[in-house]
């Protein structure tokens, strides 16, 4: 029996006439096979090098935050204060965090920013600073310290002398206030936020901290449908640049189970509106409900009616992905009231 030609073993690809076989054989099914053997041996690859990333728990949060004002915190900071940001929060990406940011600044009050700044993860890196204070013992020396106005400062133990934590807070407020909302007072918006897709239960406790007026907007949406918008795309996306980097199934699984269960960690009485973005695409959503807890006004009508992004192609999960992330991220999706 004659052996097969080059000719028969490839078929002529008009686009790649002039190419070398390696070039146009990707159009081929020896092509498809390369790529699926070799995103087989990524995704095995990753599972089994895999690093999970420790983050802080809200009760390290709440506990760090109670010994603060135990140290004198000067609660009266937020009694008259009115700022109110909007923080929309997604369940990991491509559950529409963005469609939704469209709605919301369709009242032309509002500006939210779109992940500022979002791989330097500095919202999640404050959260990590204030979760691990210093020794409970050495805060106490905060408490009792000499007053800075005291006539004897010169003559006392100032070695560890710390302004008060009503400045340390303002502060650390103040890098928002600065940065993102009176950026958004400069464009001529009253009232601001940002939506992110990386952050979780304890970073909004944070922000909550800061701004204790602040509402936050929650969406999720079910990790296999949001793995297959995030394949469809070319970008390189990562948790906290350069060292987490979410390039598989298990690491995207990963972090969306991370984010599904803190939610449960949030006190009853946190000031949040959650919503799925199954339920957004279909219209179950009470957007009157939400208007008027967030005091805004919604045209949903107006930013649906065009479609903006998406994903550049409907990307496959396989079989091995999608075991990956039902055992990854089983305990989020039963939290969340998805099944496998």
């Given amino acids: 029996m004659a052996a097969l030609s080059d000719a028969a073993l490839f078929p002529?690809?008009?686009?790649?006439?002039?190419?070398?076989?390696?070039?146009?054989?990707?159009?081929?099914?020896?092509?498809?096979?390369?790529?699926?053997?070799?995103?087989?041996?990524?995704?095995?690859?990753?599972?089994?090098?895999?690093?999970?990333?420790?983050?802080?728990?809200?009760?390290?949060?709440?506990?760090?935050?109670s010994l603060l004002q135990a140290c004198g915190f000067d609660s009266t900071m937020s009694e008259t204060d009115e700022e109110a940001p909007i923080f929309v929060l997604s369940n990991g990406g491509r559950a529409g965090s963005t469609l939704l940011q469209r709605i919301l600044i369709t009242d032309p009050r509002v500006l939210l920013w779109g992940e500022p700044m979002g791989e330097m993860a500095l919202v999640s890196r404050i959260?990590?600073?204030?979760?691990?204070?210093?020794?409970?013992?050495?805060?106490?020396?905060?408490?009792?310290?000499?007053?800075?106005?005291?006539?004897t400062l010169a003559q006392s133990w100032i070695a560890t002398l710390y302004p008060s934590i009503a400045y340390f807070r303002a502060a650390l407020r103040g890098i928002f206030d600065q940065w993102l909302g009176k950026s958004a007072l400069d464009h001529g918006f009253v009232r601001w936020g940002f939506k992110e897709v990386r952050l979780g239960a304890s970073e909004a406790s944070l922000l909550h901290w800061l701004y204790p007026n602040a509402k936050f907007v929650i969406t999720c949406r079910h990790p296999y449908d949001s793995y297959r918008?995030?394949?469809?795309?070319?970008?390189?996306?990562?948790?906290?640049?350069?060292?987490?980097?979410?390039?598989?199934?298990?690491?995207?699984?990963?972090?969306?189970n991370r984010l599904a269960m803190s939610w449960s960690d949030l006190p009853s009485d946190f000031p949040c509106f959650r919503m799925k973005y199954e339920d957004l695409v279909r219209?179950?959503?009470?957007?009157?409900?939400?208007?008027?807890w967030?005091?805004?006004?919604?045209?949903?009508?107006?930013?649906?009616?065009?479609?903006?992004?998406?994903?550049?192609?409907?990307?496959?999960i396989t079989w091995y992905e999608r075991r990956i992330i039902a055992r990854e991220?089983?305990?989020?999706?039963?939290?969340?009231?998805?099944?496998?």
């Fill in 127 to 151: 959260t990590e600073m204030m979760a691990h204070l210093e020794q409970p013992l050495k805060l106490l020396t905060w408490k009792n310290q000499v007053d800075a106005n005291s006539n």
């Fill in 229 to 256: 918008s995030f394949v469809g795309n070319r970008w390189v996306y990562y948790y906290r640049y350069p060292e987490i980097r979410v390039d598989s199934a298990v690491a995207f699984a990963y972090h969306w």
């Fill in 329 to 340: 991220a089983k305990a989020g999706m039963r939290a969340m009231g998805y099944e496998a």
């Fill in 283 to 292: 219209g179950n959503v009470d957007f009157r409900k939400l208007e008027s």
């Fill in 12 to 65: 002529p690809c008009p686009k790649y006439k002039q190419a070398p076989i390696w070039v146009w054989s990707r159009q081929t099914w020896l092509g498809e096979a390369y790529r699926a053997s070799k995103k087989f041996a990524h995704e095995i690859s990753s599972c089994m090098t895999f690093s999970k990333v420790s983050l802080p728990s809200v009760d390290e949060l709440t506990r760090s935050i």
């Fill in 294 to 316: 967030l005091g805004i006004e919604i045209k949903e009508k107006l930013a649906l009616s065009a479609p903006v992004g998406g994903s550049r192609q409907r990307g496959r």
